[in-house]
């Protein structure tokens, strides 16, 4: 009689199964690649368009998606980069690559970034050939980590649309209410800037004295999570300043039509 319980035997089988499950995973990943890179575009896509306020449930994201404009920046000059190719362009290899970005000294890195990519992807949106709205990709630390979002400008780049999060690791309940769909709604008609140029916005600490004539720059602090309230206040002082996109914004505001 064939003795079964042998080591020998028992590390065959053991293997073997090893090797089946291995090439099942192996081929699963494969498959669902592209479903996963479908998925990753659409997620994106409805950050750009919810920030911008033009999500509607009865229309498909795609379809929505096909009145915004994909240009590349170049942050130092604010002109638009053409020689790069979209499909070729990824935020995060471009901020590390020192051949594509720049180490920034501690008094520039109010968003605590250490790196900043040369170049960047923007989205604009139009509405019978005007431009109507622009989202500018922002990032920066809060409390635990990078923050990740999106804010859409109207065309007077003054004027804020909507403030979308898609990445972050703050607190649930405290910094993470910057994903609140109730906190995102205030952000909706506040200014950026002041009369000589300054980036002003900021989120406060406590509720916004609407009496007060800064009102209009001032967004209700996060209640305990002064941190990541200060975190956002920083990174929107970093992008919309002179090391993000205040060369865009200013070479798009000198063409009387801002037809970019």
């Known amino acids: 009689m064939t003795n079964n319980n042998t080591i020998s035997k028992t590390l065959i089988v053991a293997i073997s199964?090893?090797?089946?499950?291995?090439?099942?995973?192996?081929?699963?990943?494969?498959?669902?690649?592209?479903?996963?890179?479908?998925?990753k575009t659409l997620d994106k896509q409805t950050k750009i368009l919810s920030a911008a306020g033009l999500l509607a449930d009865d229309k498909d994201?795609?379809?929505?998606?096909?009145?915004?404009?994909?240009?590349?920046?170049?942050?130092?000059?604010?002109?638009?980069?053409?020689?790069?190719?979209?499909?070729?362009?990824?935020?995060?290899?471009?901020?590390?690559?020192p051949n594509t970005s720049i180490e920034l000294t501690s008094d520039a890195d109010i968003a605590l970034l250490k790196r900043r990519e040369n170049f960047q992807a923007i989205y604009l949106h139009y509405e019978n050939e005007s431009l109507k709205a622009i989202i500018l990709p922002v990032r920066g630390y809060g409390l635990w980590g990078t923050m990740k979002g999106y804010l859409a400008l109207e065309s007077d780049l003054q004027t804020v649309i909507?403030?979308?999060?898609?990445?972050?690791?703050?607190?649930?309940?405290?910094?993470?209410e910057i994903v609140n769909p109730r906190w995102k709604a205030i952000w909706k008609g506040k200014k950026v800037y002041s009369d000589s140029g300054d980036v002003i916005?900021?989120?406060?600490?406590?509720?916004?004295?609407?009496?007060?004539?800064?009102?209009?720059?001032?967004?209700?602090?996060?209640?305990?999570?002064?941190?990541?309230?200060n975190g956002?206040?920083?990174?929107?002082?970093?992008?919309?300043?002179?090391?993000g996109y205040g060369p865009l914004i200013k070479e798009i505001r000198s063409k009387e039509s801002a037809d970019v």
């Open 17 to 39: 199964l090893c090797l089946v499950c291995s090439a099942l995973i192996s081929y699963s990943a494969v498959e669902l690649r592209d479903l996963q890179e479908a998925n």
């Open 61 to 97: 994201v795609s379809s929505l998606f096909n009145s915004i404009e994909i240009k590349i920046v170049d942050l130092e000059t604010g002109l638009f980069n053409t020689s790069i190719n979209i499909e070729d362009f990824d935020e995060s290899s471009f901020s590390r690559n």
């Open 162 to 176: 909507g403030l979308e999060f898609f990445d972050h690791k703050e607190t649930p309940g405290l910094g993470g």
């Open 201 to 229: 916005i900021s989120v406060i600490k406590g509720s916004v004295d609407k009496s007060n004539k800064n009102a209009k720059f001032q967004v209700d602090g996060l209640s305990g999570a002064t941190i990541t309230s």
């Open 232 to 243: 956002v206040t920083n990174l929107l002082s970093f992008w919309l300043g002179e090391m």
